[in-house]
């Protein structure tokens, strides 16, 4: 129910849709209202709101888990980072929330009375684990804000002036924050949002205010050029005309870092200042450029960073290093870290696990354009990398704050098509850590391919060998006499050097099938060369083929040895049906002085036998794909991860 009440300073009508509204700024004359239960009490004039380009205003709404809400006021905070707007909801029901604003992330909570932390301020450091409302959570950030003014309806006194203490916490889907205004603090519990999620209506409308809104135009304190700002809430801007980095928080410009020697190298950037890129289906403006190094085994690598903005999707960064582009968001909820089965550090983030990779400090060693927060002289960070490409996780640690990013890899073309083909690229270089491996795709669909043919193919064999009968046409023991040393005179007749053999005539029914000549051996010390033809009686048609069995022992040295080889066979393939005669010659040495000089071959012919050699094969032929491209994507994930904290020649 909105309650109406008049103004006792301008005589304004005001209303309060909240019946927990403490204090209302009336939107005529800026005086501040402390209500009462009979009248409004004139506290003084409210400070001014401090310009910004919020899509939000007072009577914006939207629905957040299927409850409606309205805005219906906000407190303004300036911080090292920038500005930041807590911008005070009223639901449907009648609850009152607070959704936070701060350099394009959103995080939307509600007070809550119980499960604070008993830890002094102080004690709270960035990756300490609190617990708090029942749960372990973990800082992400330590900082000191003022208040700097209020708008509309507030819950609570207005501590504009005042400095206030505030620590984020986060794990998983929850966001929680402590406000320290006193010895006990506040708790605020709720999680990150999308403004998208939000299905927000009645926004600002930009343009329009923009007219409004007069845009910064200052002097350079060095070298007195103008500068135009293009962020309104810019706490660092360089100098176009001198490379000066000045302390844009108000208009007294201060200098941070001359670069005069660098400015030639600035004014050709791959990606001018103010172009404007299209990605996640909303447009960009390029306003800041950072070259950051590291310095890794003696050797300092460099990469760059582009500062995008838009003013509902807040900031992204797009980073070059080598030729190599990611394009990242920053994120308010962390990861949640852990140690994988193989003993390695582990980071899981809405359901998808990345791996470390390294862990690095940074500095910055160049500067362009504006920031929203303030640059100093050689600033450093901690770093952490983790990958599950083409994805990245950055964890960087600078002072008492931790900022989590999350990009993706994007090829050079993308980036070319997102500023409509404008840019002049230079080709990436070597393997970059969340690069996609180009034979991943080919691997996976080798693999599916391969295991479809597989199946098939050991199907087509099982019904092969469950439709052949391995029929055996004729057998037939064929013997060999050799020589005997005591009496030469019937050398001739009694061992010839050969023998010859051709069977009965027998039938083949299999139509086309395979037939094997199978020929096992019973030899002494000896060797047996034989000739085999299988010949239709039908037609003539005849295949040939010879093969030679051998067996061989004795004694060397006290020990036995032998080397058997008496068994083998002959296939004779697709062979029509009809009626058939084997035909065999066989020749052996001479066994001068043997006792049993008599060799003997057990010869069978067995019709319709299914062929292993084909299987074994085709399913080899079958796996040398994905054996080609699991070599080339085992060769790119070595150079991958040799750049890393855990090169795989290690593991």
Not at 596 to 625: M, S
Request: aromatic share 12%.
């Amino acid at each position: 129910m909105i309650r109406y009440s008049q103004c006792p300073a301008c005589g304004a009508k005001v209303h309060f849709r909240a019946s927990t509204t403490l204090l209302m700024v009336c939107e005529y004359c800026q005086s501040t209202l402390l209500r009462n239960d009979i009248n409004l009490e004139n506290l003084g004039k409210m400070a001014e709101l401090l310009p910004d380009r919020s899509l939000l205003q007072i009577g914006s709404s939207g629905i957040y888990l299927g409850d409606g809400f309205t805005v219906i006021g906000r407190l303004q905070f300036q911080h090292e980072s920038g500005l930041w707007n807590s911008w005070h909801l009223l639901f449907d029901h009648g609850k009152t929330g607070w959704l936070s604003e701060a350099s394009g992330n959103y995080s939307l909570s509600f007070q809550v009375n119980e499960g604070l932390p008993d830890l002094p301020r102080e004690r709270f450091v960035p990756d300490l684990s609190v617990p708090v409302n029942g749960q372990r959570m973990s800082v992400i950030r330590v900082e000191t804000a003022k208040c700097i003014a209020g708008q509309g309806e507030l819950s609570a006194a207005v501590p504009v002036g005042h400095t206030l203490h505030f620590v984020e916490l986060a794990v998983a889907q929850t966001y929680a924050s402590l406000e320290f205004d006193g010895a006990k603090p506040t708790l605020y519990l709720g999680q990150a949002v999308e403004l998208t999620a939000l299905h927000l209506q009645n926004l600002r409308d930009l343009e329009q205010s923009a007219i409004q809104i007069s845009s910064r135009q200052l002097q350079c304190p060095a070298c007195g050029g103008n500068l135009n700002f293009r962020l309104q809430q810019a706490q660092t801007i360089t100098c176009p005309h001198c490379a000066t980095v000045l302390d844009s928080r108000n208009d007294k410009l201060a200098i941070l870092l001359k670069q005069s020697n660098k400015l030639q190298q600035l004014n050709r950037l791959p990606i001018p200042l103010g172009s404007i890129g299209r990605f996640e289906r909303a447009t960009f403006t390029v306003i800041g450029y950072l070259r950051r190094s590291t310095r890794a085994s003696g050797l300092l690598h460099y990469w760059e960073e582009y500062l995008l903005h838009h003013p509902g999707y807040g900031f992204r960064w797009l980073v070059c290093s080598q030729g190599h582009w990611n394009l990242l968001k920053p994120i308010l909820k962390p990861p949640s870290i852990s140690k994988g089965y193989t003993g390695d550090t582990i980071a899981m983030l809405e359901g998808k696990t990345y791996r470390h990779f390294a862990n690095y400090k940074a500095k910055i060693d160049r500067v362009a354009g504006e920031f929203y927060w303030r640059i100093k002289v050689e600033d450093s960070a901690s770093l952490e990398d983790y990958i599950a490409p083409p994805y990245l996780l950055i964890k960087e640690l600078q002072g008492k704050e931790i900022n989590w990013s999350q990009g993706e890899y994007l090829q050079p073309e993308q980036v070319n098509d997102a500023f409509e083909g404008k840019l002049l690229l230079t080709p990436p270089k070597g393997v970059f850590a969340n690069q996609p491996c180009p034979y991943e795709p080919s691997v996976d669909a080798w693999l599916k391919n391969t295991l479809l043919f597989v199946v098939l193919v050991i199907v087509l064999q099982c019904w092969f060998v469950f439709e052949s009968r391995q029929e055996v046409v004729f057998s037939k023991v064929m013997e060999v006499s050799a020589v005997d040393s005591s009496d030469w005179s019937n050398y001739r007749t009694l061992n010839p050097e050969s023998a010859n053999l051709e069977s009965e005539p027998f039938e083949i029914h299999s139509n086309h099938g395979n037939v094997v000549i199978d020929i096992d051996g019973n030899l002494d010390n000896s060797w047996l060369f034989s000739s085999i033809s299988l010949v239709n009686l039908q037609n003539g048609l005849t295949y040939s083929s010879s093969r030679e069995i051998s067996d061989y022992s004795g004694y060397d040295g006290g020990e036995y040895w032998r080397e058997n080889d008496s068994h083998t066979n002959v296939v004779f393939s697709a062979v029509p049906p009809g009626r058939y005669q084997l035909q065999v010659e066989a020749e052996s040495e001479r066994s001068y002085g043997s006792v049993n000089a008599r060799k003997t071959q057990y010869l069978r012919v067995i019709a319709n036998v299914p062929l292993w050699q084909n299987f074994w094969f085709v399913l080899i032929f079958l796996l040398i794909g994905p054996a080609l491209f699991y070599h080339f994507r085992h060769h790119f994930e070595q150079q991958r991860w040799a750049e890393s904290d855990h090169p795989m020649n290690n593991t």
